[in-house]
């Protein structure tokens, strides 16, 4: 069975940074793309960035360009989110979901659960 | 970028009802649009993709139509458990925007 696991939120000041990861298990991790969306309290979702299954190819929303950085590490199956220049329009839950694989046109089928971050003083 | 925008932004409905939620696309994607149900303090749960091909799981009552520019989610026999957050995304490439939600609920 498929799960993505996410940890790593909490409370950081403006201008602080945080690390997200993902845990993966039920599937063959490095086969798939790899997203994070966020969801800010009472909004919309809003995809943030993906990595594609051997990290050759990354793409983040403009809205987080320069400042969040994607990674994965398949040995581990892990996904992670590093968070740099925090603002708070940056507060929201972070989901972690699974995208297509390698030759696939496919949306995100599994998600974790969220973690949530707030951006605060 | 491609902007995607769904009306209504939310809807009074009654269990029975056939509801009609709809997405557009600034620009031709295809057929590559999906839609997700969230309900309140849960995680979206994918429901159509490729416009109208429904997930494994998913009842029989919605169905997704649509092509290029044009989508819409169907839910042709509105039940309790199905007033909801629907949100289409746009899946084919970055970047992969959500439209802004369509909250269904209870008249």
């Known amino acids: 069975e498929v799960h993505v696991v996410e940890s790593g939120g909490g409370l950081v000041k403006p201008g602080g940074s945080l690390r997200l990861s993902c845990a993966a298990s039920?599937?063959?991790?490095?086969?798939?793309?790899m997203n994070w969306v966020r969801q800010a309290p009472g909004k919309a979702l809003e995809w943030v960035s993906d990595?594609?299954?051997?990290?050759?190819?990354?793409d983040y929303a403009d809205s987080v360009k320069g400042r969040f950085t994607i990674s994965r590490d398949n040995a581990k199956n892990s996904l992670y989110l590093q968070m740099n220049s925090l603002r708070a329009e940056d507060t929201a839950v972070y989901y972690c979901?699974?995208?297509?694989?390698?030759?696939?046109?496919?949306?995100?089928?599994?998600w974790g659960q969220g973690t949530l971050v707030t951006v605060s003083s | 970028d491609i902007q995607m925008t769904q009306s209504p932004s939310s809807l009074s409905a009654s269990v029975g009802d056939r509801v009609t939620i709809t997405c557009r696309a600034s620009q031709g994607i295809s057929n590559d649009l999906a839609w997700y149900q969230q309900k309140p303090g849960k995680v979206p749960k994918l429901l159509i993709y490729a416009a109208s091909t429904l997930q494994s799981g998913v009842p029989s009552r919605f169905s997704g139509s649509g092509s290029g520019t044009d989508f819409t989610l169907t839910i042709s026999s509105l039940q309790p458990e199905d007033f909801a957050t629907y949100y289409c995304?746009?899946?084919?490439?970055?970047?992969?925007?959500f439209g802004q939600g369509t909250k269904v609920e209870i008249k």
């Open positions: 039920g599937f063959t991790f490095s086969s798939y793309s």
């Open positions: 990595i594609s299954g051997s990290s050759s190819d990354i």
């Open positions: 979901a699974r995208g297509p694989c390698s030759s696939c046109r496919f949306p995100f089928d599994y």
């Open positions: 995304q746009k899946y084919n490439s970055a970047p992969r925007t």
